[in-house]
T-cell receptor, first 113, second 114 residues
Framework: RKEVEQDPGPFNVPEGATVAFNCTYS??????FFWYRQDCRKEPKLLMS???SGNEDGRFTAQLNRASQYISLLIRDSKLSDSATYLC??????????????FGQGTTLQVKP | DTEVTQTPKHLVMGMTNKKSLKCEQH?????MYWYKQKAKKPPELMFV???????INESVPSRFSPECPNSSLLNLHLHALQPEDSALYLC?????????????FGSGTQLSVL
């Protein structure tokens, strides 16, 4: 079983739609969780951290379910500019001071006019 | 604009060449990373340096040799690479934090091995 798993998609949605992505992780001791966005031929960029209480940033909402070991990302009112690959990142443990941050395989979103 | 700078942006090398990838950050971060990314795949962790010491080596072949001269710089020395090593090499930095360590990436070096 992979340490971090995502449905690769692609998810094809019309503008204005609401879309949700899930990500599961295998290490119950994982401490921190993130969603990154990666555009074609660009580096990944931090979209948002994911907290146990859930958190929202504009049209984006992230949730963490520790009992079931999954995190989710909800995008409301999709824009064409949201088209990208969304990567789930989990800190699966520590060596000394530094975490080991592992990426899921990414979910591709294509928003169409 | 990214605050992690990688050079060169593109590199073509033969299997007998020796080359180096360079990464620099000025955010005061004390952890630096090398990731490798193939097309349509996620970044794969290669090495982590924490406070200038190598803390994680993900069983990377010895033809890849990392070096951290100081807290702002990270190099990846390449020697006798194979065509399958062609990929995007991403450098990242973070401030070690047990609860919320976040990665900041450079724009990468696109490497082609002929």
């Amino acid at each position: 079983r992979k340490e971090v798993e995502q449905d690769p998609g692609p998810f094809n949605v019309p503008e204005g739609a609401t879309v949700a992505f899930n990500c599961t992780y295998s290490n119950s001791a994982s401490q921190s969780f993130f969603w990154y966005r990666q555009d074609c031929r660009k580096e990944p960029k931090l979209l948002m951290s994911v907290y146990s209480s859930g958190n929202e940033d504009g049209r984006f909402t992230a949730q963490l379910n520790r009992a079931s070991q999954y995190i989710s990302l909800l995008i409301r009112d999709s824009k064409l500019s949201d088209s990208a690959t969304y990567l789930c990142v989990v800190n699966i443990g520590f060596r000394g001071n530094t975490g080991k941050l592992i990426f899921g395989q990414g979910t591709t979103l294509q928003v169409k006019p | 604009d990214t605050e992690v700078t990688q050079t060169p942006k593109h590199l073509v090398m033969g299997m007998t060449n020796k080359k180096s990838l360079k990464c620099e950050q000025h955010m005061g971060h004390r952890a630096m990373y090398w990731y490798k990314q193939k097309a349509k795949k996620p970044p794969e962790l290669m090495f982590v340096y924490s406070y200038e010491k190598l803390s994680i080596n993900e069983s990377v072949p010895s033809r890849f040799s990392p070096e951290c001269p100081n807290s702002s710089l990270l190099n990846l020395h390449l020697h006798a690479l194979q065509p399958e090593d062609s990929a995007l090499y991403l450098c990242a930095s973070s401030q070690p934090d047990r609860l919320n360590e976040k990665l900041f990436f450079g724009s990468g070096t696109q490497l082609s091995v002929l």
